[in-house]
C-alpha cells in the first residue's frame, strides 16, 4: 500500500512540476484563448443554427422534421464547417500547452508569443500530407481530456434528451453505438502519446502512432484511467466548488434575512458565478490532462526503458516586430473577451441569451394594439406608452380608407373609439384624421388622431420596433394586400414585421406580392392539419384554446405559434409552459417578468432549492 501511495505521490508530484514551472505562460494562453471560446461559442453557434434553418426553410426544429432537416445538404455542409473549425481550434490549444510542458519539462523557460507561434505553426502542419488524419486523434480523444466541458454542453444543450427524443433508438443501435464506443476507448488508449510524438518528436501521424503504441504497450489501460480518474477529480471539485457557493449565498439569506439579499440577486451572482466555473473547466481540463500525459510520457522516456533517448529540446524564434504586434492583440483580446463575457453574462439574465439549445429561439412579447390598457388603443400614444414599457413587438390593426389610404383600425365602424357612428370603408382619410380616437380613455387624450401605417412603422424604424400588422379586410377593398406590401417595401420594413390575418385568403394575396414577408394566419381555435395552410408562415391563436398538442403539432410543421391575449400570470406562465414563440398581451411588463422568472429557473433555481432544502 506504501508503494502504490509512493507511485501516486511520485506522478501528481511531477504532474505538477510540469504544470507549474511555465504557469504564468500557460495560464495567460489559456486564459486568452478560453475567454475568446467564451465569448464567441454559443452566440456563434446560436447564429449558425438560425442561418441553416434559414437556408432550409425550417423556423422550428421537432421530433417530426429533425430527421429530415439534419439530412439535408445545408446542414451536413455546415456541421462539416463547424468540425474543421473545431479540430483547428483544438489542434492550436493542444500543440501550444505541449510545448509550454516539453519546455518546463526540459526545465526552460518559455514564454507566452513563442507558444502561440507554434501552436499556429504545428496546427499548420497537420495538414499536410501525412500528417492530415491527426484529426482522428482529435476527435476520438479530445472528449477525454476535456472531460469537463463535454459534460458542461452535453448538459447546457441538453444532449441526452434530445437524442432520446428524436431518435426511435432500436437495440442493435445500442449495440452499434456500443461498439464505436469501445473502439474509440482502444483507439485512445493506443494514442494516448501520439500528440506528444508528432509534435515533440517530429513524427508524421503513421510513426506516432505506431510509436505511442509501443511507449503504452504495457501501461496503457492504467494510463487511460489515470486520464478519466484525473477529470472525474477535476468535474467533482468544480461541482463542490458551485455547492459551496449556493450554500454560503443561502446561508447568507437565511441569517441576514430577505431584505438583504433577495433571490434575484441570489440568482444573479449564482449564473455569473456558474458562467466562471464554465470558463475555470475549459482552462484546466485541457492543461491538466496533458499534464498528466506529458509526465506519463517523460516517465516513458527517460525513466522507463528509453532512458537513453535524447529528444531535443522545441526551438522557435519570435522577431522583435512580431513581439509588438501579438503582444497589441493579446491586451486587446483579453479587455474584448472580458467586457464580452460580462456582456454576455447579463444577456443571460435578462434572458437575450440562453445557455441551453433548447432556449435558442426566444419568446417573443407584443403589445396589443399597443399599451392599450392605458392608452387609446390602435394610437401613437399607445405606441409610444408600449416602446417605453419595453416592448419589442407591438400589433396593431390596418384596413383601408375610401380613397385607398392604409390606416390604423380595429372595428370597422368608427363608433366605439371615437363616438362617430360610420364604416371605414364610408370615409376618406382627409376626414378620418378629423375623428378624436382618445376622448373615451378620457380628457387626457382628447384629440389622439387615428394614424396611418405609414406613420406607424416611421415611428417603428426610429425605434427599432418590430410590428405585427394585422389586415382586417371588409370586402370593400382594392388592392388591400398590395398596397400594404408596397409601403413594407417602401421603407425596407420585410424583416422588421409580420403581416396577420384571420382571413386564409389575404394571406395567399401577400405571399403572391412577396414571398418573403413573414405571415401569420389569425384562428380562434385549431383543428386539424397545420400543414395544409402553405401560405401562413406561422398561427396566432386565442390563448384558451392553446393546449401542447396544439403547440406540438404547430412545431412539427416547422412553424411558429402565437397566442392572445394573455393578460394574467397565471395564463403567462401556462403559455410559457407550452413552448409558444409570441405572446401578445395588454401588459407587456407582466409577461416580461414571467418570462425573465422562468428563464431563470431552469438548472440554477433546481440546485438552490435543493440545498434550500436542507438549509432553510
Given at each position: ?192 502519446y501520439i500528440f506528444h510524438c508528432n509534435i515533440v518528436e517530429g513524427n508524421n501521424f503513421f510513426k506516432a502512432s505506431r510509436r505511442s503504441g509501443n511507449l503504452s504497450k504495457r501501461s496503457n489501460v492504467v494510463d487511460f484511467l489515470k486520464i478519466l480518474i484525473l477529470q472525474a477529480i477535476i468535474i467533482c471539485l468544480f461541482l463542490g466548488m458551485l455547492g459551496l457557493a449556493i450554500g454560503v449565498l443561502i446561508l447568507l439569506n437565511k441569517l441576514l434575512g430577505s431584505y438583504i439579499i433577495t433571490l434575484s440577486i441570489i440568482a444573479s451572482i449564482l449564473i455569473i458565478f456558474s458562467v466562471v466555473v464554465v470558463i475555470m473547466l ?335
Amino acid at each position: 500500500m506504501a508503494k502504490i501511495f509512493k507511485r501516486v505521490y511520485r506522478k501528481t508530484s511531477r504532474t505538477l512540476q510540469i504544470v507549474t514551472f511555465n504557469l504564468r505562460v500557460l495560464f495567460q494562453f489559456e486564459l486568452i484563448y478560453k475567454l475568446i471560446t467564451a465569448l464567441l461559442f454559443i452566440p456563434v453557434f446560436n447564429q449558425l443554427m438560425f442561418f441553416v434553418m434559414k437556408l432550409t426553410g425550417y423556423t422550428y426544429i421537432t421530433k417530426d422534421n429533425f430527421h429530415k432537416f439534419v439530412a439535408s445538404k445545408e446542414f451536413i455542409l455546415i456541421t462539416a464547417i463547424i468540425l474543421i473549425i473545431w479540430v483547428i481550434y483544438t489542434l492550436i490549444d493542444i500543440s501550444a500547452v505541449i510545448y509550454i510542458y516539453d519546455m518546463s519539462a526540459k526545465r526552460e523557460k518559455t514564454k507566452l508569443l513563442p507558444a502561440i507561434k507554434f501552436g499556429l505553426m504545428n496546427t499548420a502542419r497537420c495538414f499536410k500530407p501525412g500528417n492530415i488524419f491527426m484529426i482522428l486523434p482529435v476527435l476520438c480523444m479530445v472528449p477525454v481530456f476535456n472531460f469537463g466541458a463535454v459534460y458542461t454542453f452535453y448538459n447546457a444543450f441538453s444532449l441526452g434528451e434530445t437524442i432520446l427524443f428524436y431518435f426511435n433508438i432500436r437495440w442493435y443501435q445500442y449495440v452499434i453505438a456500443g461498439l464505436v464506443v469501445v473502439a474509440a476507448i482502444v483507439l485512445t488508449m493506443r494514442w494516448l502519446y501520439i500528440f506528444h510524438c508528432n509534435i515533440v518528436e517530429g513524427n508524421n501521424f503513421f510513426k506516432a502512432s505506431r510509436r505511442s503504441g509501443n511507449l503504452s504497450k504495457r501501461s496503457n489501460v492504467v494510463d487511460f484511467l489515470k486520464i478519466l480518474i484525473l477529470q472525474a477529480i477535476i468535474i467533482c471539485l468544480f461541482l463542490g466548488m458551485l455547492g459551496l457557493a449556493i450554500g454560503v449565498l443561502i446561508l447568507l439569506n437565511k441569517l441576514l434575512g430577505s431584505y438583504i439579499i433577495t433571490l434575484s440577486i441570489i440568482a444573479s451572482i449564482l449564473i455569473i458565478f456558474s458562467v466562471v466555473v464554465v470558463i475555470m473547466l475549459f482552462c484546466l481540463s485541457v492543461p491538466i490532462g496533458f499534464g498528466a500525459v506529458s509526465a506519463m510520457y517523460y516517465d516513458h522516456i527517460y525513466f522507463g526503458k528509453e532512458e537513453d533517448k535524447h529528444i531535443e529540446t522545441i526551438n522557435v524564434n519570435v522577431n522583435e516586430n512580431l513581439k509588438k504586434k501579438l503582444k497589441l492583440l493579446y491586451f486587446v483580446v483579453v479587455i474584448v473577451s472580458v467586457a464580452g463575457c460580462f456582456y454576455y453574462v447579463h444577456g443571460v439574465y435578462n434572458g437575450k441569451y440562453s445557455l441551453r439549445v433548447e432556449h435558442i429561439r426566444k419568446i417573443g412579447v407584443t403589445a396589443h394594439r399597443g399599451a392599450s390598457a392605458s392608452y387609446p388603443e390602435n394610437t401613437m400614444a399607445a405606441f409610444r406608452g408600449a416602446y417605453e414599457e419595453g416592448a419589442k413587438w407591438i400589433e396593431l390593426d390596418v384596413q383601408q380608407s375610401k380613397d385607398g389610404y392604409i390606416f390604423v383600425m380595429h372595428d370597422d365602424n368608427f363608433e366605439r373609439t371615437t363616438g362617430y357612428d360610420e364604416d371605414v370603408w364610408n370615409m376618406n382619410m382627409e376626414d378620418i384624421k378629423l375623428l378624436d380616437a382618445g376622448y373615451y380613455m378620457g380628457k387626457e387624450f382628447e384629440g389622439e388622431r387615428i394614424p396611418t401605417l405609414e406613420e406607424v412603422i416611421q415611428f417603428a424604424k426610429e425605434n427599432d420596433i418590430k410590428l405585427n400588422i394585422e389586415l382586417k379586410p371588409t370586402g370593400h377593398e382594392t388592392d388591400f394586400e398590395k398596397d400594404v406590401v408596397e409601403l413594407i417595401e417602401e421603407y425596407n420594413f420585410e424583416k422588421k414585421c409580420v403581416l396577420t390575418s384571420q382571413k386564409y385568403s389575404t394571406l395567399k394575396e401577400i405571399k403572391k406580392e412577396n414571398k418573403k414577408i413573414k405571415t401569420v394566419y389569425v384562428m380562434s381555435i385549431a383543428i386539424g392539419d397545420m400543414k395544409r395552410f402553405e401560405y401562413a408562415d406561422a398561427f396566432s391563436v386565442k390563448y384558451y384554446f392553446m393546449n401542447e398538442t396544439l403547440v406540438s403539432k404547430v412545431h412539427n410543421s416547422g412553424k411558429d405559434i402565437y397566442v392572445w391575449t394573455v393578460n394574467t400570470e397565471n395564463s403567462a406562465y401556462d403559455m410559457i409552459d407550452l413552448g409558444v414563440d409570441n405572446i401578445i398581451t395588454d401588459d407587456v411588463n407582466m409577461v416580461q417578468d414571467c418570462i425573465k422568472e422562468s428563464k431563470s429557473g431552469n438548472v440554477i433555481s433546481e440546485i438552490v432549492e435543493l440545498i434550500a432544502g436542507y438549509l432553510l
